[in-house]
């Protein structure tokens, strides 16, 4: 999967960053060290494999997972990713965006309370 070139507009850690190519809708690329480094404004290597590349339509899905990955372990995030993809993979479905940010908020806040 070859990327287009995307502009970063927002690290949100080493494993995720905000972009955006032309007048395309922000995107959310995750993959281990794709944001290490790198600052808004920086080009995403097209040659480069994200892991997910999610695009969060709302603007107010998009404003939660930004706070949300702030408080949040990048390795927890990778984790839930996974688990998503595992969902996605088992059922042969596509699951609803908002799950990025309604599971991982929940899981997290369990595990802390725990």
């Known amino acids: ?14 494993s995720v960053v905000i ?7 922000e995107v959310i690329l995750l993959g281990k060290g794709i944001g ?8 995403v290597d097209p040659a480069s494999v994200p892991e997910k590349v999610y695009q ?7 404003s939660q997972y930004q706070e949300l990955v702030k408080h949040v372990d990048e390795d927890f995030i990778a984790f839930m990713q996974e688990i998503v ?3 996605e ?9 908002h799950i990025h940010i309604g599971l991982t908020d929940h899981l997290f806040f369990t595990m802390k309370r725990i």
Do not use: A, R, W
């Open 1 to 14: 999967m070859t990327l287009p070139m995307y502009t970063i507009k927002k690290v949100l850690n080493n």
């Open 19 to 25: 972009c955006q190519h032309d007048t395309d809708p």
């Open 36 to 43: 290490f480094g790198k600052k808004p404004g920086d080009l």
């Open 56 to 62: 969060l339509t709302d603007k107010e899905e998009q």
């Open 85 to 87: 993809g595992f969902i």
């Open 89 to 97: 993979t088992s059922t042969g479905k596509k699951v609803d965006e």
